[in-house]
């Protein structure tokens, strides 16, 4: 199973800007597409953004695109989330995934619920 490790998060203004980093190790990382969900107080994880293998590919959220980037960095087995143009509302614990690259992307976004691989979260908090 591979193994993620987030970084960053805290407490940004609104307007603010900040990017989330994801380790994985333990696995090839290019065997596999990465993503980001979050959960916010008292609701569901819901998904943020995704990329694929090759990082060629990217997916977002309807309520991040144009606000949240995706990438990765295959030399450093890492992926990370830009987040600009903050709102309160984007205030919730964000989460790391990764899958099997051949149907990783459409198990995010269709089939989240099949995703086994996570990182412990880290709390984004913007302050209105």
């Known amino acids: 199973q591979v193994q993620l490790v987030e970084s960053g998060g805290g407490l940004v203004p609104a307007g603010g800007s900040l990017t989330l980093s994801c380790k994985a190790s333990?696995?090839?990382?290019?065997?596999?597409?990465m993503g980001w969900f979050r959960q916010a107080p008292g609701k569901g994880r819901e998904f943020v953004a995704a990329?694929?293998?090759?990082?060629?590919?990217?997916y977002y959220a309807d309520s991040v695109k144009g606000r949240f980037s995706i990438s990765r960095d295959n030399a450093k087995n890492t992926v990370y989330l830009e987040m600009n143009s903050l709102k309160p509302e984007d205030t919730a614990v964000y989460y790391c995934?990764?899958?099997?690259?051949?149907?990783?992307?459409?198990?995010?976004?269709?089939?989240?619920?099949?995703?086994?691989?996570w990182g412990q979260g880290k709390l984004l908090t913007v302050s209105s």
């Open positions: 990329i694929s293998w090759s990082g060629l590919n990217t």
């Open positions: 995934t990764a899958a099997p690259a051949a149907e990783g992307v459409a198990t995010m976004l269709y089939n989240a619920g099949a995703l086994e691989a």
């Open positions: 333990g696995r090839t990382f290019t065997n596999y597409a």
